[in-house]
Each structure stands twice: as structure tokens, then as C-alpha cells.
């Protein structure tokens, strides 16, 4: 079997070893290099993709392989759809960045403070970070306050000073998660647990009028799938209101994927400012923060808060996404994506409690979490508390089978329109094959 495993990835594994001399870790993200799967390291090499196309990537060896990565979220009309390849080489054909004004920034722009209800005004950035980082920025000129508040397990990429999520229970002094983010930084971070509104409330009784704002996952995508529970996000509105803290709500994971009005149309919550990223662009590297407009006019050169990006509204970038969110606009996707991917779910239950292997699914419309849990996971230190052991095992036996999972337990599985029954089926029965691997173990 090991002759086997070699053969069927000897040129990933060619690939990797070139890719590991020129850059940290062979990659460009760290998780990407499959270090979190035991058993790994050399072992298990990353598979070095070659194309994409609805549903499925190919590696360099000629593997074809399910993607429940989507490169992380962007991808939700899958890989290389015609409409948004038309739109791209339109733009190919006529020169792709100016450092002037362009419409189709407009156009984009339009559209989004059209179908987001809380975004009046908008901006372009190049990353979820940059969003999620120049949204702060604003919170903390708009307050003239310097505290932040996160949640622990979330996510909002990796500017120091949300590079935080150490400590559980209550609230925890920010110390960071990375050498090289002074202290001096990370004590304005303060944390609570996500769906905890007793910490919050907490925190901000003690120091709501030092806080700028709170910012969180609408869904927190970022410790697995872990949807609000009950009435969490309106308390989270009411409680931020009354110490006159902004709420920020990080949607570049869920922003166009849950809904087209994102997160926030579905579960009627308003925040002061959203960041939105990956669907935004399309796949290209794009992302946005939005909100009311008294805020958004403190931007510069409207207002003294000062960001600016060299390849910021990439005409590139803005076709692909244009293109991607009016096919959302004009089509079923979010009925597509909800009943394929609630089949997904059903299936995986159902192979899973087959094999006698206990799990805790969620799932919001096309983002779908799966925990080797005998509980549910409500979260981080629910999250951490699951069998990762046997998430590895799985992992690795569904990528045996032509199924492309994210090599962390930590993900979320994204879906495409392109998921189709087949695709699904074809999942659910390698996932058979997995889960009783995982119950052999
Ligand atoms: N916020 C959230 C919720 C995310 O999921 C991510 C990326 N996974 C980011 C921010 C950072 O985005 P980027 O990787 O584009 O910088």
C-alpha cells in the first residue's frame, strides 16, 4: 500500500521537495502544507494542483479529486465558470490596472450596496486582512477609543493586532499567537468566547467605554462551522449598543455565500461595518469594507482616516467578482447550494453513524462543519475538544479516494453550484469507506 501512495503522488512529491527549498514550509498560506494531518511531515506530501474545473481539481500525478476547499471559500460557482473567464478576458484584452478610476469598480460597488442592507458605502482592498484591519482602523478614528473586541477561535487574518486568540473561559488579556507582535499592541485586544454573551456583557461592563468596537464571525467559519446560536447576534447588536461600541461583523467568509445580503439579511442583524472577502472577487485577490455612511465618509480622502492600495479595485479582480455575484443575483444558486449541500450533510450523518463513528455537523446553507464529536460544539474550547486524531485518518483515506478536504479540522467544507448530486453521492460513498477506517483505527 505504501508502493502505492508514492507512486500515485511521486510528482506532488517532486513539486513540494523544489517548492520547500525557494519558500517557508513549500507554501504561500501555512496551512497548505498538510502539517496539522498526524502522520504527516514527509509522509504525506501536499498535492500540487494543475487545474480546476466545476467541482474537481487535478493534481500534477493525473489525480482528479472532489473540492470541498475551493480555495477557502472564494470558489462558489466552482472552478474556471465560462461567465466569469468571458469577463476576465474582456478586461485582458484591455489592460488591467491603471492606478486611476475605472467604471467597473462602480459597477461592483453598485451592486454590493445594493444587496448588502447595511453597507451604504464601500471600499476595495486586496485581502481579508487588509478588510478586516482598515475596518478597525475606522472603529477606532470613528470612537477616538483604542480597545478591540474578538472572540476566541475566530478568525480576521493575521494584522498584529487580532493575531490574538489565546486563552478560554472569560476574558483573557490579549498576549499574541506569533513572536514578532509586541505586547504593547495585543493589549488592546481583548477576548471572549464566541455565543457567550455573558462575557461580553462582562467585559463590556467593565470597559465598554474603552472599547471601539467588537468584531466577530456573523457564523464563525474559522474554528469549523459554528453557527450563532438562538438570539446571539441580535444581543450582540443591543449589548455593543448601548456602551456605544461599534459592531463590526466579519463576513469575508460568509459575505455572498450564505445569502447575496450576507450574513447579516439572514439572520436580521445589522452591524456598523462589514468586512467581506473571497466570494467578493470571485477568486481573484479582492476584498471589501463597507458600512454606514457617516462612518464609511471618514475614509480618506472623504475623511482623515487614512488607507490607501497600489492594485486596490483591480479591474481584474472587479470583473471576476461582478460577474460572480450577478450569476447570485439572477440565478437559484443559494436553492442549488442548499439542497445540495443539505444532502451532503444528510449523507455524511448517516455513513458516519453506520460505521458507529460519532460526529457533530452544522451547516448554514452551503458552508457545511463536521467534528469528530460526541457533543455539540458551540465554541472554540468545544472545537479543540474534539478527536482530531480521527479527523486525520479520514482526511487522508477520503484523499486517497478522490476527495479533497482541507487538511486541517479546524475548516469549514465549502460547496459549489457545481456540487451536483453525482458529486455528492460519490462523497458520501468514499466517506462510508473513511468512517469505518476511522472506526478500525
Ligand atoms: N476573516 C475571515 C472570517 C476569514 O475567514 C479570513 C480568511 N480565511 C480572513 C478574514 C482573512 O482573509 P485573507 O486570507 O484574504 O487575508
Request: net charge negative; glycine share 10%; hydrophobic share 40%.
Amino acid at each position: 500500500e505504501e508502493q502505492v501512495k508514492v507512486d500515485r503522488y511521486a510528482k506532488s512529491r517532486d513539486a513540494f521537495a523544489w517548492a520547500k527549498e525557494v519558500m517557508p514550509g513549500g507554501v504561500n498560506s501555512p496551512v497548505r502544507a498538510f502539517k496539522s494531518v498526524a502522520g504527516g511531515g514527509d509522509e504525506i506530501v501536499p498535492v500540487t494542483v494543475k487545474s480546476g474545473k466545476g467541482a474537481m481539481v487535478m493534481d500534477v500525478d493525473g489525480n482528479e479529486y472532489v473540492d470541498y476547499v475551493l480555495s477557502y471559500g472564494p470558489l462558489i460557482l466552482g472552478h474556471a465558470p465560462e461567465v466569469v473567464s468571458a469577463a476576465m478576458s474582456k478586461v485582458m484584452r484591455s489592460g488591467w490596472t491603471f492606478g486611476m478610476p475605472t467604471e467597473v469598480e462602480t459597477q461592483l460597488a453598485q451592486l454590493v450596496t445594493d444587496v448588502v442592507p447595511s453597507v451604504d458605502v464601500v471600499r476595495f482592498v486586496n485581502s481579508g486582512t487588509e478588510a478586516v484591519m482598515s475596518a478597525i482602523r475606522l472603529a477606532r478614528a470613528a470612537t477616538g477609543r483604542a480597545k478591540v473586541i474578538k472572540c476566541t477561535g475566530c478568525y480576521h487574518g493575521h494584522s498584529d493586532s487580532l493575531l490574538v486568540q489565546a486563552g478560554s473561559g472569560a476574558t483573557t488579556l490579549g498576549v499574541p499567537s506569533s513572536p514578532g507582535v509586541p505586547e504593547a499592541i495585543t493589549q488592546n485586544t481583548l477576548l471572549v468566547p464566541f455565543n457567550d454573551l455573558v462575557a461580553l456583557d462582562a467585559v463590556l461592563k467593565e470597559q465598554g467605554d474603552e472599547v471601539a468596537c467588537f468584531v466577530v464571525e456573523p457564523i464563525a467559519g474559522n474554528m469549523g462551522c459554528v453557527p450563532p446560536q438562538d438570539d446571539y447576534l441580535e444581543v450582540v447588536r443591543e449589548l455593543c449598543d448601548r456602551h456605544g461600541v461599534l459592531l463590526i461583523f466579519d463576513e469575508v467568509m460568509t459575505g455572498f455565500r450564505v445569502d447575496l445580503g450576507c450574513a447579516q439579511k439572514l439572520y436580521g442583524v445589522m452591524p456598523d461595518l462589514t468586512c467581506m472577502g473571497k466570494v467578493i472577487g470571485g477568486g481573484l485577490p479582492c476584498a471589501a469594507y463597507g458600512g454606514r455612511e457617516d462612518l464609511m465618509r471618514q475614509v480618506a480622502p472623504d475623511g482623515p482616516m487614512y488607507q490607501a492600495g497600489t492594485l486596490s479595485g483591480n479591474p481584474l479582480a472587479m470583473a471576476a467578482g461582478l460577474a460572480t455575484l450577478e450569476v447570485l443575483r439572477d440565478t437559484d444558486a443559494y436553492g442549488v447550494l442548499e439542497t445540495q449541500t443539505a444532502s451532503l450533510e444528510l449523507g455524511m450523518k448517516q455513513a458516519a453513524s453506520d460505521a458507529g463513528v460519532s460526529v457533530y455537523t452544522t451547516r448554514v446553507g452551503s458552508m457545511f462543519g463536521m467534528f469528530f464529536s460526541d457533543k455539540p460544539v458551540y465554541n472554540y474550547e468545544d472545537a479543540t475538544a474534539c478527536r482530531v486524531d480521527e479527523y486525520a485518518i479520514f482526511f487522508q483515506s477520503m484523499l486517497h479516494q478522490g476527495v479533497m478536504l482541507a487538511p486541517s479540522a479546524y475548516e469549514t467544507w465549502f460547496t459549489s453550484t457545481q456540487h451536483d448530486e453525482s458529486v455528492i453521492n460519490m462523497t458520501i460513498d468514499a466517506a462510508a469507506v473513511a468512517f469505518k477506517k476511522v472506526a478500525g483505527a
